[in-house]
């Protein structure tokens, strides 16, 4: 396996591993300011490195037609977590809710 491949899976496997640690026991709003101020501040910081590794592509699919960059695994993982986020915090305020 490629260097950068293993380094994709390791930094995405932590950042994942750290918000839901913050979702579990902090709190949904500092998941989900971790999960959006991570990436766009690490962007605003070292542009040139983080651009190269977002670009990195990884596999091609349908004959050359559609690549898969860490960009694109960021962007499932954020809409993964962000769902995740989403629904404890529906589900915590249907549980909350007064009865009558």
């Not at 918000?19 to 709003?29: A, C, D, K, Q």
């Amino acid at each position: 396996m490629e260097m950068i491949t293993i380094t994709s899976m390791l930094v995405f496997g932590i950042y994942s591993l750290l918000v839901l640690l913050l979702l579990i026991n902090v709190s949904s709003m500092m998941a989900i300011l971790l999960l959006i101020i991570a990436p766009v501040g690490s962007v605003l910081i070292i542009p040139e490195a983080i651009i190269g590794f977002l670009t990195h592509q990884h596999i091609v699919l349908a004959n050359g037609l559609v690549p898969v960059n860490n960009l694109h695994i960021l962007l499932i993982i954020w809409s993964t977590l962000t769902g995740l986020i989403l629904y404890t915090e529906f589900l915590t305020w249907y549980l909350s809710r007064s009865r009558t």
